[in-house]
């Protein structure tokens, strides 16, 4: 078999094991964020009387920014294990034995890079933009929904200033079973009233709310004026709940959920709209093109940073915690650059920074491993 046959299957051989491990790394990322914000999600939904539905709803929404957030976490972890494993079992110094450098093994990692920066760009530009503008609609198509504020059973509902609201049991008719009724927004008047059961009806003018079998109590008070309470029973009664349901006001629009195109093409126009600098908006446009080079860089220090290193029976402990310390100088980069951006629009080149930092810490650590050997001066004197 000739060397170049034997690379070949190499780089089709290391970049299976990195699919697969990146494959193994983004499920369990992706799991553990996921839960942790559907558990936030389900305390304020279900405790607000939503179903499980738009529970379900709102997670499946929220899951294209979770997976964008661990891509480069799962990138980095998948080359970093495949290497260490690779190096470990010595298949790595078989290869170079034929006479490729590391910068020629380097070839998977960057493809498989490339791979994953596609997958982000994806998600960065399309999908995680629509899913965020979706939520932010469902948010306030909710939070004027009648269901959520008035048809949760056994609590004591205050859905406006002034009026309390109470439900013993909702059939599964819709019928309502000892209700309460409260409104004291009228000053010098407050109104109670009990019935047996309810119905809740829509009509043109709004939603209606019909109690059957039931008292008004009213009582008038006031400075000249002794307090009058007068009872009067009904069999049904009609009352207005329209004013109670107050539509949900629409969300400001955050450049998160602006498409790239627009952010780029109106930035003026959207700083306005949604109230921040010229250099926020182009900085959340050009970090969408950032995010998958980063994916690129996190797969390359990776590889780089254990590739230095070279064969050990020790282990590579100290290139994999060398490697950790290489992301978190290009994360320090990047949150460096990123109020100059935001106060000056102009300076929008510098988003790209960190990348370029990466791809050059990387380049050098693949020149170091890729020297020839050079004993050391101590052994050449001892020759001589």
Request: charged letters at 20%.
């Amino acid at each position: 078999m000739s060397g170049g046959t034997l690379v070949q299957k190499f780089d089709r051989y290391m970049l299976s094991q990195l699919m697969v491990l990146f494959g193994f790394f983004a499920l369990v990322l992706v799991s553990v964020y996921w839960v942790n914000r559907a558990v936030v999600l389900f305390d304020r939904l279900i405790a607000d009387g939503h179903s499980a539905g738009v529970f379900l709803e709102f997670t499946a929404l929220s899951l294209p920014s979770v997976i964008a957030l661990v891509l480069p976490m799962a990138g980095f972890a998948a080359t970093v294990y495949v290497t260490n494993r690779l190096s470990g079992e010595s298949e790595l110094t078989v290869v170079q034995s034929v006479g490729y450098s590391p910068w020629r093994l380097a070839r998977p990692v960057l493809f498989f890079g490339v791979f994953i920066a596609v997958m982000m760009s994806i998600l960065t530009h399309f999908l995680v933009p629509s899913s965020q503008e979706q939520l932010r609609l469902r948010e306030t198509e909710l939070s004027g929904s009648l269901s959520a504020r008035l048809l949760r059973e056994g609590v004591f509902l205050h859905p406006t200033k002034g009026v309390t609201f109470y439900i013993r049991d909702i059939t599964a008719d819709g019928a309502l079973h000892d209700v309460f009724l409260s409104d004291h927004r009228q000053e010098g008047r407050d109104v109670t009233y009990t019935a047996e059961r309810a119905f809740l009806l829509s009509s043109e003018s709004g939603p209606k709310l019909v109690m059957l079998e039931g008292i008004a109590q009213t009582l008038q008070t006031g400075p000249d004026a002794a307090p009058r309470l007068s009872t009067t029973n009904f069999s049904d009664l009609t009352y207005d709940i329209s004013g109670l349901i107050t539509p949900g006001r629409a969300k400001r629009r955050k450049i998160e959920f602006i498409p790239t195109w627009d952010l780029l093409t109106r930035t003026s126009e959207i700083a306005v709209e949604a109230k921040d600098t010229e250099g926020e908006v182009l900085e959340e446009a050009h970090l969408r093109f950032q995010g998958p080079l980063l994916c690129v860089v996190a797969a390359l220090l990776g590889y780089s940073a254990l590739m230095v290193g070279g064969y050990s029976r020790l282990g590579v402990t100290r290139q994999i915690v060398f490697a950790i310390f290489l992301l978190v100088v290009v994360k320090l980069v990047e949150s460096a650059v990123t109020d100059p951006v935001r106060n000056d629009g102009a300076l929008w080149p510098l988003v790209y920074l960190p990348s370029l930092v990466g791809f050059a810490i990387a380049a050098t650590l693949l020149h170091r491993a890729a020297r020839p050997f050079r004993p050391a001066r101590r052994l050449r004197e001892v020759t001589t």
